[in-house]
């Protein structure tokens, strides 16, 4: 019994004493890989300060920078963390550990791919900036002033006062028009004008009409008339006036104006706007089956 006991008391100060030794020798590679490890978190936590200044005077989302100097950070640290780990001689570990970390990515793409399709488009549209907050856009079937921007989804109120949360990827993807680019805007309205009317004078009274428009209109563009084609019933006018606002409100009253001008002096000077009309050609009916209107003799 007393034998049995020395064995295990052996082994045990055996296993100790190879313990002991490993770690002796190994101390320095944990020092080392310790200082690794400081200096990853120190120099990090210098260049996420560094990184969100320098975003903050590019980019105007503190959302946006927050989630990119993280993720760059976290990189950042998990590239220090491998760094160590390579100095305590453990390869084989950082290989299991990369090999982890691709299945879990891969797998983690095809989980959450339009996740990742939102914020991809959100970071872009952040970067490359078509449209910001409060501008006023039509992508889809949606009209109305971008409210927020988020890393999924803008949301735009319509000007029914409705609030509309739209994918990034959508606006990214679809046709966007930003009424917001240029300070000026382009109204066109279409007329028509009679056939029997003097064109010449239409042309000249369209003109006067938009003119008179004077603190909407913008004074570096005249306005221009061009017809454009024959009707059914009239001969088609294009009218087009540059006002010196793109603020939607603005143009709904500016061509709501210029309707009202144009039509009261397309009628002070006679021309007045026709109705649909559509004229029937009846061939002559043949002598067998004219009707007499003579009463019968009595």
Same mark, same amino acid.
């Given at each position: ?33 310790? &200082? ?200 088609? &006018? ?61």
């Amino acid at each position: 019994m007393e034998k049995f006991f020395q064995q295990i008391k052996d082994l045990i100060f055996n296993k100790l004493e190879w313990w002991t030794t490993s770690f002796v020798t190994h101390l320095p590679n944990v020092i080392v890989s310790l &200082l690794v490890l400081i200096i990853f978190f120190k120099v990090g936590g210098f260049f996420k300060r560094l990184a969100d200044q320098t975003m903050r005077k590019t980019f105007d989302n503190s959302l946006v920078i927050k989630v990119f100097v993280t993720v760059l950070y976290y990189l950042f640290l998990f590239f220090g963390f491998f760094s160590a780990l390579k100095v305590l001689n453990l390869d084989g570990t950082v290989s299991s550990l990369l090999a982890g970390a691709g299945i879990v990515g891969l797998a983690l793409s095809f989980a959450f791919q339009d996740l990742a399709t939102n914020f991809i488009s959100s970071v872009i549209i952040i970067i490359q900036k078509p449209l910001k907050i409060g501008d006023f856009i039509e992508t889809g079937e949606f009209l109305g002033y971008v409210e927020k921007i988020d890393l999924r989804s803008i949301t735009i109120r319509t000007l029914e006062e409705l609030h509309v949360i739209v994918p990034s990827k959508d606006v990214f993807q679809k046709a966007l028009k930003n009424y917001n680019v240029n300070a000026l805007r382009c109204l066109n309205l279409a007329v028509g004008i009679p056939y029997s009317a003097d064109l010449d004078l239409a042309h000249k009274t369209s003109l006067e009409a938009a003119l008179a428009l004077e603190n909407t209109l913008d004074e570096r563009f005249p306005p221009m008339a061009n017809y454009t084609a024959f009707c059914e019933s009239s001969i088609t &006018l294009e009218l087009r006036v540059w006002v010196r606002s793109s603020d939607p409100i603005f143009c709904l009253q500016a061509i709501s104006y210029l309707i009202m001008s144009l039509k009261k002096h397309l009628e002070a000077q006679n021309i007045h706007i026709p109705y649909p009309i559509r004229t029937l050609h009846l061939p002559q009916l043949p002598q067998a089956f004219s009707v007499s209107t003579t009463p019968n003799a009595q």
